[in-house]
């Protein structure tokens, strides 16, 4: 994996190419609100029909979800550590509809 520079973000993102698929990947467990939602909201702009983001928090992004739903797709997952891996992929014929300025939690929700 190499290190990208991700516009917006707070941490450390990583690229491969494996089979065609690109995986962008980002680690916030380590952080607190608001830099998980900063951090996926600047990942999931780097999204195509042919590429994923995986990202790796303390727990699972619940706030996050419905801000993304319309346009991509999400598998939630446990790393053997216990922390939430969530594997993002742009659906198909999606719509440009996620406000990517939206990039906070309410209220810790």
């Known amino acids: 994996m190499e290190k990208i520079e991700v516009l917006g973000s707070t941490v450390d993102f990583f690229k491969s190419i494996e089979n065609g698929l690109t995986t962008y990947q980002f680690d916030t467990s380590k952080c607190g609100p608001p830099d998980p939602m900063v951090n996926a ?4 702009q780097l999204l195509d029909e ?3 983001l995986i990202m790796i928090n303390h727990k699972s992004p619940g706030g996050l979800f419905p ?3 319309a346009e991509f797709d999400f598998i939630e997952d446990k790393t053997e550590d216990g922390k939430a891996k969530v594997i993002f992929t742009r659906k198909q014929n999606a719509i440009n509809s996620t406000d990517f300025t939206q990039n906070t939690c309410s209220g810790g929700k």
């Open 41 to 44: 909201m600047a990942g999931l």
């Open 50 to 52: 042919n590429s994923q």
């Open 67 to 69: 801000k993304v739903e």
